[in-house]
Every structure is written in C-alpha cells, then in structure tokens.
C-alpha cells in the first residue's frame, strides 16, 4: 500500500465512519485501537484520532502518547481527540454546562485556515459531548467557533496538529467532507489513487505472489463478499481455486439452481452439493434461535469437510489445497479488534472461523480491508454480475432464523413461496435497489381467517424492509400502502397455509434487522 492515513479508535460510535468518508475519497485508512498501535512506517501520511464514550477527566480513560505521534505526522482529534490533546497539553477540560448534542452552527470560522478553507460561516456541525474545552494553552490557535462553544476548533501553531470539537464524518456536518478533504490531502498530502481498478491489480498481484501455485478451497454463499473475494481469486490463481455452493435447504425459492447457474457463467470451478436432508434431520424439532445456529454452522463444516476431501481426491498426487478462502470484509476484523474487545454476542454462524484443527488449513481473505460498498465497486470493476452484486444481504443460517420456531419442509415451503412473491413485487415495483434488506418471516402463530365459505385457522407471515448503510443501524422503510396491500393480497391467494400478512415497522435500533 503505498499511502494511508491511520485512525486510532478510542471506542466512539461514529469511528467507522470517519473511515469511510476517509475512503471516499479515493485514501486508504486503517482503524487500529488506540491501546493496540501499528507500525508507523513510511506510508503513513496522517492520524487522525476518534471520539469516545469517555471523558478525558476519567481515570479510567483511554492513554496514548500523542507527542511522539505530533512531532512525525500531522494530526487530527475529534472530539475525545481534540480535548485529549487540549488536556494533556496543559489546557482544561471541564463538564459542559449543558450538554452539547445536535446540530450546531460555527459563527466564527478561520477560512485562511488550512483546515477550514471552503468552509462558510454558519455552516452546520454535530455535536455529541459532554465535556467541552474550557482553556487552551498559549500555542493553540482557536480556529472555529459556535454561540455555545468558544473552543469548536483550533491549531496547534507551528504545527500540523489540529482538533475540532464536532463531528465532520457524519452527514449532519455539511462540510464535514470538505474538512477532511483539507486535512487528508492538502494537509496529509494523499495523492488519492486508491481507487477500485488500484484495489484489483494491486490485490491479483499480492495474491498470485502470496499462492504461487498453491490450490484454495472455497464455499461460496451466493451473496456480494464471497462472490467477489471468489473472482478476485480466480484471476489470481484460475482453476487452482475450487468452489463449491451448498444447497442446506434454507435458500429462497429457485436460488440454488440460479446461483450457481451464474457462477458457472462467471467462469468459476464451482460445484453444487445438495444437502438439504441432512440439515433438515439435524434442524428436527429445534426451535431455540441459538441452537439453530449452532447445528447450521457444525452441519456446515461436516459438509465442508466431505466437500473438501472430494477435492483432493481429483488433484495430481502429492498436491494438496492449502487455503481456505473467505469473504470476511472489514467490518468483521474491526469487530473482533475493537477497543472493547470481541463483541460477546457475534452471531455464531458468521465465520467459518470454526473449522477443526485437523482440516490444517490456512486461511485468505482479499476483501479484509474493504467496506460492503467498496466491495461492490470492486465487483464492479471485476464485471462481476449486477443482479449478484445488487442482491440484498441474507444470513448464512437462510431461512432457519427467519422461520420462528422449529424448522419443516412444509413450512420452508409456505416461506419460500411468500418470499418470491415478495421479492418479485419488488423488483418489479421499482422498490428493490431502494431498500438494504428485505425479506419474509414465517411467525410461529395461527390465525382465524374466512377463505370462501370456511372458516380457516392457518398462519401468519411478517413483511420487513429496511434502509441501512451498513447493517449497524436501520430504519424501517415505508413502502407504499398499494404495494403493500397488492403483495398481501397475493401471498394470500397463492400460497396455501397463509391467511394474514403483516408488516414489520421496526427500526434498528431497539428491532434487530433479523427476528431471530
């Protein structure tokens, strides 16, 4: 990598973010732990330090040695950065009066400032403190300002260190963009080029020097990370990869045979393995969301397992496939290395991370420094197939977490039948490309209905759509009342078993995206 800025993560909310705007503009950046600091080396051009849920007069809050960082890179505190940096240079920190969340506008801006040329008085910013810094030493220059707070952004004179109290990555800063445009590349002096095409003829090369003639095993699961970590891949190694889809009997109606219909037009040495009926015998009469997991996951590495045998016995004698490839993307390493450690609640089906020792496979994962929508523009640029790289997420459990309760051949049935209707008034609707997520949930009640002259008592299924950027937060989205009611009315009629359909209309948070 030939340039990156490094953003040091003190536990805020917001500190992906930052990394994402730092992205859109065409500049790798890493998220690192601020009590877990990388190598500083020659590609660094910048730092820049998140918020966080701390307060810097804690004795508990976080500690780093800024002044050696200071004195080698330019630097940039939001937030807890720049009252820690304002504190721990001789300046006062002290709980603000009120506190300061939401919107805000500076009514003093120093446009002749590096950092803030471009950005006009009264611009809007977002707060979200409750601290604020109340004096800063002699050498700070104060920057910016709003009617509440004196101190909304200042300079370290003579240096390229700088601290704003606000929060430029998130949209309710309209110049937020802007700022870190000035910091990053007029400050930083980032020379933008890291681009989708840069990310595939950088990552082909990595990988072919990485594999040479090593052989990699890979399931694939049909949506966007796999597929796309699959073709990057393919043009690093060819039919040293080897791929395989597995049918467990919980893909929307049709999906198998499409899937991998349109792998093989990728050009991809995949296989199909059909193992519906042992994930159907082990799934029997579970109902608990967290045991349903647990089954599909072990099941999975069982049928993996089988899979991957099948594989070395069609190599050459004495080669063996050493790798196993995944689709894991940024956000699943952030995860794990977070300033508050592995999260205690990661879904158990979302790695293969689980695989036993004996299979003593390594394991590649090209996708492992991109977002979800950089891996769409690299599908893109790899020409990988739109309707697979606009396909909405959907969990590696299937429809096993979207049936509430234990799982049967006749109610997957009932559930795939709902959910193409669903799907398919989608798409044709316009609705599709709009929404992040959507998807059916079959409830575990009955209801009394009246189909013709009779009385009926059959049941339930639940409509939810969402908007989201990345999965974290959602909001529920509000589908026309026409649609909606052409969708219900034909489930109803063309599904038997089904006589109500409901509409989801949580949001993310409190509701989970999923219902189990």
Avoid at 37 to 54: M, Q, R
Avoid at 454 to 470: I, K, M, N
């Amino acid at each position: 990598m030939s340039e990156k800025i490094i953003i040091l993560d003190f536990g805020s909310q917001y500190t992906q973010l930052i990394a994402r705007r730092v992205r859109e503009l065409n500049v790798y950046c890493e998220i690192h732990p601020f009590n877990n600091l990388p190598e500083f080396d020659n590609s660094v051009k910048g730092v820049i330090f998140s918020g966080s849920p701390y307060s810097v007069r804690q004795e508990d809050a976080p500690q780093i040695d800024f002044k050696s960082i200071q004195e080698k890179f330019p630097l940039l505190g939001v937030c807890y950065g720049a009252q820690y940096i304002a504190q721990n240079s001789n300046g006062e920190v002290l709980p603000s009066e009120i506190r300061e969340y939401g919107r805000a506008n500076l009514q003093f801006v120093d446009q002749e400032n590096d950092l803030l040329k471009g950005i006009p008085t009264q611009s809007q910013v977002w707060m979200s403190h409750g601290d604020t810094i109340k004096e800063v030493p002699a050498n700070f220059k104060i920057i910016a300002s709003t009617d509440k707070v004196r101190v909304a952004a200042y300079q370290v004179e003579g240096t390229n260190t700088y601290g704003i109290q606000f929060h430029p990555e998130v949209t309710h800063s309209t110049d937020g963009q802007v700022l870190l445009k000035n910091f990053v590349i007029n400050i930083c002096g980032c020379t933008q080029d890291w681009t989708a095409d840069a990310f595939v003829d950088t990552t082909v090369s990595e990988l072919k020097e990485q594999l040479g003639n090593d052989h990699v095993i890979m399931a694939l699961s049909g949506g966007v990370d796999s597929t796309v970590a699959a073709v990057l891949l393919h043009h690093a190694i060819g039919d040293k990869l080897h791929c395989f889809f597995v049918d467990h009997g919980l893909l929307r109606k049709d999906e198998y045979e499409q899937v991998l219909a349109s792998y093989q037009n990728m050009g991809l040495n995949i296989k199909g393995v059909n193992a519906k009926d042992l994930f159907y015998s082990r799934l029997a009469g579970v109902s608990e969301p967290e045991q349903k997991r647990k089954i599909i996951g072990a099941s999975f590495i069982d049928v993996f397992d089988e899979a991957a045998k099948e594989i070395q016995k069609e190599l050459p004698e004495g080669v063996e496939a050493k790798w196993l490839g995944q689709g894991t993307i940024y956000p699943d390493i952030i995860e794990s290395i977070s300033v508050k450690g592995p999260s205690a609640t990661i879904k158990s089906h979302h790695n293969v991370g689980g695989l036993p020792d004996y299979m003593k496979l390594k394991v590649i994962e090209p996708l492992k420094t991109l977002f979800k929508d950089e891996v769409r523009r690299v599908g893109k640029s790899l020409e990988v197939d739109p309707a697979i790289l606009g396909r909405h997420p959907f969990p590696g459990p299937g429809l096993a977490i979207r049936i509430l309760g234990d799982i049967t051949e006749e109610k997957v049935r009932i559930l795939q039948e709902a959910d193409d209707i669903y799907i398919r008034n989608l798409k044709e609707s316009g609705w599709y490309d709009k929404v992040w997520q959507a998807g059916t949930i079959f409830l575990p009640v009955q209801s009394v209905g009246v189909m013709g002259d009779e009385r009926t008592y059959e049941h339930v299924v639940a409509l939810r759509a969402v908007g989201s950027l990345d999965g974290m937060t959602a909001d529920w989205i509000h589908l026309p009342y026409d649609l909606l009611a052409k969708i219900s009315n034909e489930i109803i009629n063309h599904v038997k078993g089904i006589n109500r359909v409901v509409y989801d209309i949580s949001s993310k948070p409190p509701a989970t995206i999923e219902w189990e």
